[in-house]
């Protein structure tokens, strides 16, 4: 297991961006895949976009497609994704993962952060 830290959420208007971060505290020498989820109150948690070890495969929930990116430097043990055309429907805790092989299902990651919060006003 990988300890991890997110960063950079905030209020933003729609339409805005946000650029966030998660940090690896820990490193394993496995390579390991990482993804963002995000859980609005009142619904369940949802996958946003995973990225595998090389960063030569993404993924991406078909609400984001177009409007965020992932992205992952292994030298900084950081993962970032950067939130474009934000809308107030983005509003969520979001959290990072990491995990053995690259997924949508929450299940698939065994390291999860504490969540940052992301809010969009309309």
């Known amino acids: 297991q990988v300890q991890l830290v997110e960063s950079g959420g905030g209020l933003v208007q729609a339409g805005g961006s946000l650029r966030l971060s998660c940090a690896v505290a820990?490193?394993?020498?496995?390579?390991?895949?990482m993804a963002w989820f995000r859980q609005a109150p009142g619904k369940e948690r949802e996958f946003v976009a995973a990225?595998?070890?090389?960063?030569?495969?993404?993924d991406y929930a078909d609400s984001v497609k177009g409007r965020f990116t992932i992205s992952r430097d292994n030298a900084k043990n950081t993962m970032y994704v950067q939130m474009d055309s934000l809308k107030p429907e983005d509003t969520a805790v979001y959290y990072c993962?990491?995990?053995?092989?690259?997924?949508?299902?929450?299940?698939?990651?065994?390291?999860w952060g504490q969540g940052t919060q992301v809010t969009v006003s309309s």
């Open positions: 820990r490193r394993t020498f496995s390579p390991y895949a």
């Open positions: 993962a990491a995990g053995g092989a690259m997924s949508a299902m929450a299940r698939d990651f065994s390291s």
């Open positions: 990225i595998g070890w090389t960063a030569r495969s993404t």
